[in-house]
């Protein structure tokens, strides 16, 4: 079996690349069929990193170190790894050269600091790193057989890596993978019904699966499937039985984001469209534009937060303020016509909750969010949720829930004589 | 020495909850005077995170294992545990009657899957849990005098045990300890900037000071500085120096984020807020709504992320947009007046900027954002930035550096006679 670990440097790593370069490193072995394992963290202690490589080397026949290639005094991977393997690190006159050319490129002097990036580790293989200083480093291991692969911390420069380098090594180092791995996405349902829904299905097919997780990703629940090799027919049927599982929550097989899904929605239908939010205070205009490309659709958000706004921006008329409050359907409403109206879009969706912890009420309790869609002939949809969690769930589950809410709502949407829904 | 473990267990923590978890836990232990030599992360396999437990208590004399607590099929830490221990499970009736409870208060009834939340291992003492159904386990681990602590995955529940158990649990399991962290401030500086800056002082200090290290926040750089205990004068010399190298940048010790620092500001001079943005989609007025009672002093955001809207809503005159662009100075007051008179703020901000990848040209290339903050006299100032990074690294630093931007244009203010700087 050819297990895998992963083992990420640098203190600064416990707080925000670890998830990024993790999940950058599983999908790229996935794709070349093989499985993380176990990582392991620890901050840029020379000592402790070469305890965990050697550890990981014993456990393991692949083991990726990210992280403390960087020029600084706290970078010791290169050196913790040289020492552990009593090999020599060498300055490699090539990778100086590459060095040198990308500071000329940003018409900077290198600082003498970087000269130790372009120190390799004896018998080792570089992986070029366009676009960053610290190549990449293949080590092959012997006696044992067995492969350490240092890449850069930043993720940007880990994944250019990973793409250039890495994959095409594993799929030459790994032709027959033992297994494949299918992420299949299932949006606007919680992680207990996904499970409850699809057990017995998974159950049916257990024999012919290598493994199965549900894995709750952001507003969308994944269900990665892996299958022995030569069995791809049984993800094909699996993928069916779940499309008549799940009807619309299901997005598919390694599906785009909940926001690219809009975007492509908007762009076949050549509509654009405007939001209104409160509660989420911009998230949604946030999540949309992380797309490239978005403003060929999304005109805008008017984040309203205060009531003001609602009536000067959004013209929602004071009375409905009064009297059904911020938070309602009839709120929601004029909110989701007015965005809709001063955006001059095609389709608008509006949202206005209370994220807590403060300005709840007996009728309306912390979690409870009114939203609206308003189409192109000026109908209009509004929707309760109450969702749980504290302030920063709330919004996160209604930015989701709001994304979602549009798309089946767009999805669904026909032209209609005159009546109209609302 | 006290060495100290962490074990995240559970394929999900890989994607979302690694980094908060392990987060909280580094910041308890911090408070107890212990620090965190190792994280380990492994999926829901029982003999991968037995054998993960079994090494770390080899190492560290405190490991603390967080996830797998849960009432699923993959939920297996506790099943691990026990077997690694060779301890039985117990059903514990008390345990079961505050989950039966929790329950109860949300007017449903437990599924019977729950039960085996209520099951403890032998020997370990319980770490109610307030806010979910699992509760924490200490498990005193001998011989050796090793201590193992279970918690539960979801962060929310995982920060409550904390607070209430574990913490008072460390703070008279180790009651003088070796070390104690001060973390420092500061931004708007970029971390190699602040290394540099502040590379002679911490060498001065060397001996005095137990560790020293630079963690790049969201939006901050982070000087942690840990002394020996009793050497807390040490600490204080430090922060000293540190107010005189940063001067503004310094935000101080255990300060507040960005947007409570400039939300503070708000509220001391009773200053309202309304943002305009264009490149950043709504993220500027999603972090400034992260502060729960932002209401008090933010109008709204107006996410003009089309021309038509910065026109419509804005008022940005259709000569500007033509004339020098939507990434421009001038442009980028006119949203920022615009946006201070519609929603009748004291103050505002506005960013426009070319996130990328498209929408670049020679004069203006990917990472340029202008900003621009108008005061309540109706001056304006505005700033030209440069950002390095791909669209999501343009996006977040274009909003920390807004959000500095504004603090320390907040602080400089001073009422002037008529002429005004612009």
Redesign the interface.
Known sequence: MNRVELVCVG??L???R??TN??LV?NYLNRAGLT????????DVQE?IAA?VR?ALHRSSLVIVCGGLGP?F?DVTREAVAELLNRKLIFDPEVWEAIREYFQRRKVNPPESVKKQACIIEGSQVLPNHRGTAPGLLIPVNPGGKTLILLPGPP?ELEGILEESVLPHLKKAFPSPEKRCFRFTVAGLPESVV?ERSSSLFSRYEKEMAEF??????GVIEL?VQVFEGKKEVARKIEEELKTIFGEAFLGLESPSLPELVGNLLLERRWTL??A?S????????K???V????AY?????????N??KR??LKVPPTLLRKFGAVSEQVAIAMAKGARK???SDVSLSLTGV?????ASPEKPVGLVWMAVAFPDNRCLARQFLFG?????V?ERAVFSGLDFLRREIIGWRPKEKRGRK
Chains 1, 2 share one sequence.
């Open positions: 203190t600064e416990l707080l925000s670890v998830n993790v999940h599983s993380l394992s176990r990582n392991t963290t620890v901050g402790e965990c550890e600084t706290d940007v499970e997780t549900i894995l709750t990703g952001p990665l405007t939001v939010e509660c989420t205070g911009g998230m949604v205009g946030s949309i534009t992380d490239p490309g978005s403003s999304f005109k805008g958000s008017i984040v309203a937060y205060s003001q706004l000067r921006l001063v955006g001059k994220a807590g912890p403060g300005g969690g504290n302030r920063l769930q919004r």
